[in-house]
């Protein structure tokens, strides 16, 4: 697998699972988030000086293992709004952040991949610059699998293309870098994802460790 280093401690990989593995873990993904209890929705925010009760950037939002609430920024075993326990982490992720870790962050051998965040960007959505900082150890790497349409990565000062069926991973010295995205480009699904998303779609599933 090729790494590009974008800077310390912070790799990309593209091309990363074989066609059929990635159509399968993504439909596996979509599967999952249409359970009407357990799969995507669309949470709040916590409320600010604008808004009374904003909602969510992405409006398909999942989360597997523990439950990340948009609300109060923190880890759940299980869900706020309806008490449930979110659906656990499917083995495959578990095995697949383990390989991208013995690439990397080989040193990282106790790393436990306890929560994984979904965020189906629908045509036009995006995340705003943020950096992930409510997990307790802020050196733990934080893997990304990116399914569907190229959009532009943000980072610190930069940006880069990332596309579908490409991990990133990023922890150590650039664990609390500031980070977010572009909405997916029109005509930019990967070949994999092809039949399975629409153009201007694109799924991203972080994987972290929280406690
Ligand atoms: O969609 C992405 O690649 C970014 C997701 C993200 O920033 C996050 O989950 O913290």
């Not at 800077?7 to 359970?35: K, M, N, T, W």
């Not at 759940?76 to 982490?89: A, D, K, Q, S, V």
């Amino acid at each position: 697998m090729k790494w590009q280093e974008r800077c310390a401690d912070f790799y990309v990989a593209e091309d990363y699972l074989p066609r059929e593995v990635a159509q399968s873990h993504l439909l596996e993904i979509l599967r999952l988030g249409e359970d009407k209890q357990r799969g995507f929705h669309h949470p709040h925010l916590k409320p600010n000086r604008f808004h009374a009760a904003p909602r969510y950037p992405v409006d398909h939002y999942m989360g597997l293992g523990l439950y990340w609430d948009p609300l109060d920024y923190l880890y759940h075993p299980r869900m706020l709004h309806n008490g449930l326990e979110p659906w656990p982490l499917p083995q495959w992720l578990v095995k697949l952040c383990h390989e991208v870790l013995a690439q990397t962050f080989p040193h990282h051998t106790n790393w436990r991949a306890e929560a994984a965040l979904v965020n189906y960007y629908t045509t036009g959505r995006k995340m705003g610059r943020h950096v992930d900082k409510e997990e307790k150890d802020h050196r733990a790497p934080v893997i990304g699998f990116n399914f569907g349409g190229t959009c532009r990565f943000y980072y610190n000062d930069e940006s880069f293309l990332l596309p579908g069926n490409s991990v990133y991973v990023f922890g150590d010295s650039a664990r609390l870098m500031s980070h977010g995205v572009g909405a997916a480009y029109k005509k930019s699904l990967s070949w994999e994802s092809a039949g399975i998303l629409k153009e201007g779609e694109r799924i991203n599933i972080t994987v972290r460790q929280v406690t």
